[in-house]
C-alpha cells in the first residue's frame, strides 16, 4: 500500500550534491572542442584541456556517491531494493572512467585519427547521458517512490 512519499532529505550525506548535479558545467569546454572543425589549430589542445575538467568532475562524482559513506550506501540503507540500480551505476563508474582515460591517451597520440577521436568522444558524451540520466531516475525512485514498510 503506498502511504506517501519518502521524504527527500534537504542535503545529501555530508552536504552533497546528488550524482549528476556535480560539475554540470564541466561538459561545456569539451562540447565546444568537439564541436569545433577539428581541422582548426590547436583542436586536440582544446579537446585535452576540455576533457581534464571532465575527468576531474566524474572522478569526484565517484568519490561522493561510493564508498561506505557514500550517497550510495545512504539510498540502500533507507530503501534496498535500489541494489540493482546502485551496482549497475557503480559498473559504470568503472566503464566511463576507462572511457575517459582512453579519450585522453587517444587524443595525445599524434597519430590518432579525427574519426577515432569523434568516435570516441561521442560515444563518452552517450554514456555520460545515459549515467546522469540513470542516477537522476534511481534517486526519484529512493525519494519520490514508497512502497509502505520500508525505512
Known amino acids: 500500500m503506498v502511504t ?3 521524504q527527500q532529505p534537504p542535503t545529501l550525506p ?3 550534491r546528488p550524482p549528476g548535479v556535480t560539475g554540470l558545467g564541466d561538459l561545456h569546454p569539451f ?3 568537439l ?3 577539428p581541422a582548426e589549430p590547436r583542436w586536440r589542445e582544446r579537446l585535452l584541456v576540455g576533457l581534464c575538467p571532465v575527468r576531474r568532475s566524474f572522478a569526484e562524482h565517484v ?3 561510493e564508498g561506505p559513506a557514500g550517497l550510495y550506501a545512504e539510498l540502500l540503507g533507507q530503501a534496498p531494493r535500489l541494489a540493482r540500480g546502485v551496482r549497475l551505476l557503480a ?3 568503472v566503464m566511463i572512467t576507462t572511457a575517459l582515460a582512453a579519450l585522453q ?3 595525445e597520440a599524434p597519430d590518432a585519427s579525427v574519426d577515432d577521436l569523434l568516435g570516441r568522444a561521442g560515444y563518452l558524451l552517450r554514456a555520460l547521458a545515459g549515467h546522469r540520466q540513470r542516477g537522476a531516475d534511481l534517486l526519484w525512485e529512493a525519494y519520490e517512490t514508497d512502497l509502505g514498510g520500508e525505512t
Do not use: C, K
Request: charged share 20%; glycine share 14%; hydrophobic share 50%.
Open 4 to 6: 506517501g512519499p519518502i
Open 14 to 16: 555530508g552536504g552533497l
Open 31 to 33: 562540447a565546444r572542442a
Open 35 to 37: 564541436a569545433a572543425a
Open 63 to 65: 568519490r561522493v556517491t
Open 91 to 93: 559498473r559504470e563508474h
Open 105 to 107: 591517451h587517444a587524443a
